[in-house]
């Protein structure tokens, strides 16, 4: 794993590099410190990184545009912050986790181990999902997704007016951070339920969902069970 | 005091003005005619008086004339209720009516011997027989000792006898009230100003009101006073010193509620023009009261229009007021127009007033809240969630790794605590009180940061003031906006100088990466609270400026003395 911590006071910084090392052991390949906004963005910009740990004061300027790029990458992001009033802006842009200062050994780790348990965040409050366009970042709501597609290691999201999306967020990642209104009804698909018309059934144990603009997805084999006794 | 009452008051003594001086007359007055010498026939009736002069030119001091009036009578009285005859004549007189002798005011003849005797207004009554509709003829034995060429009947009326002094009697008590009114409002006020002696508009308002008062008095209070037509000068003297007063202080308190450019050698040269025309026609009294109250007026006029012009707060109103006192010039007469006029000026002066006072309550009212405001930003500095929060994460940390340390860490947050509970109700604190904050919360931010703090001082005077935490403000600023130097140091100094004029602290960081961005952007709300923490102990005497520099960041405070 490779882990970034954007911390701009020395003493807290080294307290959460010690912890995530207890807490994560050798599973980390990296971990590094940085103390500027502007390092830490060039940092986010190169990639390879799998856990972003952030505070959104640093220096006395406003973390949110940070936080907007660090959402919008393939990463999870664990905001660690001072002002607790922040926590709900941070969690409607789609952080993984929110741990207030001062914080406590438990409560790092029960927000990393979501990291390696692919455990739901708590409050499911994601409103956006931030997504890269030329250059910018645009929060993309979420009540205006229908479904997610897997394709490789990025995501394709299909909005309703019919336009798509890429995101760089795994599958896997974004089940993480939406509501459970979001079902994973097959592998390679994520679907908003309320967007769903009708389970089609076809031959040869096929399950097809259509969807209120009449798109048909594939349901899994072994989710349908599932799906059918959760949704219909 | 109740405006519309006021107004009220204003309005309808002016009517009152207007109603008694608008009866129809029951006689007709022509010319009189004079002649120097003494013979008892020239008061009969038929007299011929064809070679008698219209006017009487070099006579000598005391010396005896006669004058004859032609008087008709256009309306026989009703029975019961004889006419009276009312005179304002200068000297002592015998009042002959039809050649019968009905009054006397005074010693005519023998005024040089005799102590003065007699009043200016007289009041005789006509014999009924006598005041049959028709010609009569009034004539009057004079003699002149003080001013012999004043031969002039002055004021002549004849009415019911009663009328003539219930008449007085009401405009009197209506003139008195009004009077009144403002000897009550020049008191107030100046009992205001003693409260407060920088007011001065409310002094000027004040003399003002009490300048009205006087004038109204003094002119009101001839029917119970009475007067030798010898002190007659020395009262219209007196009268016209209250309308100078007026004259100059009406706009002399305009030009301090709507200031323009050049006020001073304005008002100078106005006073100048008061003066001369209080001066030069000094016995045409008449001439300076009107000239005095137009130049007033004018003047009055050209300040409310250019505060009008620029939307200063009542002059709109005020513009009208004087708007209306002009049109009550044009439509009554000029005693009128004065009084009423002057009432309805103060009354606008009043009223401006009192919006001065509401704009300075409400600056007093918006100071205490910012008092209030400013002492909840200094207690917030420790509570705001970056300081506290920070600081106890790094304290949770020194306490598990290093226990000791920790308590030392605590001792730290424990005196900066302190010092902030010293100085939360404060205004001014002692710089060494300041400087022991800034050195104090260096120190938690040493074990916060692992950076090591250097303060340096330099010039500090013990004995001085400055609001608290100010340097304080500019120390966090310093911390959180810079990086440390290569050694891991970020140093800070403060330079004190001081001179007759200015005293200033400097207040230097040297650091590496100073975020300009950030320390330029906006004002944050540091910057605000050093300004309003200035603005709060020394008015707009102060002077802060910030800027990066070479080697960090530079402030400076200056204190103007």
Known sequence: MNILIVEDESRIAKRIERMTRDILGNTIQSLRHINTLQGAMESIGKGSLDLVLLD????????????????????????????RDQAITAFEYGVLDFVPKPFNQDRLEQALKRTITNEKTEPNETKFLAVKKRQKIQLIPI?????????????????????KELHDKSLEKLEQLLSPIFERIHKSYLVNMSEVKEIIVKSGSKYMAELNNGEIIPIGRTKYKEIKAKWV | MNLKAFNLLILVSSLLLVTSCSQSPVFKEHETVYKIGD??????????????????????????????????ILKTPEPLRPYGLRLEVYGEYEVFWDGVLIGKNGNPGQEAELPPEGKLWTTFGIPTHLSDAGKHVLALRTSLLYFPDHTKIHELDIDYYDDLFSDDLVENAYM????????????????????????????????????????????FSKEYIPMHYSLHVIRLQVLSSFLLGISFLIPFYFSKQFPYPKRKPLLIVYAGILIMVFLVKHQAFDFTAVSMGLG????????????????????????????????????????????????LILLSMLYLLTLQRKSERLAYENSLVQSTRLRLELLKKNIQPHFLMNTLT??????????????????????EFDLFNQIEDRTLIPIAQEIELCRTHLEIMEYRKEVSYIWEQEGIDPNENIPPAILHTLLENGITHSLPLEDNTIRFKLVFESNDDFKSYTFLTFAAGVNKATHNNEEGTGIKYIKARLTESYGSKWNFTSKATDDGWKNEIMIYS
Not at chain 2, 43 to 71: C, E, H, L, P, Y
Not at chain 2, 404 to 410: A, E, N, S, T
């Open chain 1, 56 to 83: 959104l004061n640093l220096n006395g300027e406003n973390g949110f545009d940070m936080l907007k790029s660090a959402v919008s990458e393939s990463f999870h992001t664990i905001v660690i912050s001072a002002y």
């Open chain 2, 39 to 72: 013979q008892e026939a020239w008061a009969s009736k038929n007299w011929n008086d064809q070679n008698w002069k219209g006017r009487i030119t070099q006579m000598q001091a005391g010396q005896v004339f006669w004058s004859r009036t032609q008087i008709d």
């Open chain 2, 176 to 219: 008195h009230i009004y009077a009144g009114a403002f000897l009550i409002v020049s008191l107030y006020f100046l009992f205001l100003f003693l409260s407060n002696r920088q007011a001065y508009s409310t002094l000027i308002f004040s003399i003002c009101c009490f300048l009205v008062f006087a004038l109204t008095l003094t002119v």
């Open chain 2, 394 to 415: 790094s304290l949770m940390d020194w306490v598990e790794e290093s226990p000791k340390k920790g308590v030392l860490f605590i001792e730290a947050l424990a005196k």
């Open chain 1, 143 to 163: 009540e205006d997704l229908i479904y997610i597609k897997g394709a490789g290691a990025y995501t394709e999201l299909f909005l309703t007016d019919g336009s």
């Open chain 2, 296 to 343: 007033m007026w004018i003047f009055s006029f050209g300040i409310v229009s250019f505060g009008a012009y620029n939307n200063a707060r009542g002059a709109r109103l005020t513009l009208l007021t004087l708007l209306l006192t002009l049109v009550i010039y044009f439509v009554t007469s000029f005693v009128i127009s004065l009084y009423a006029g002057l009432g």
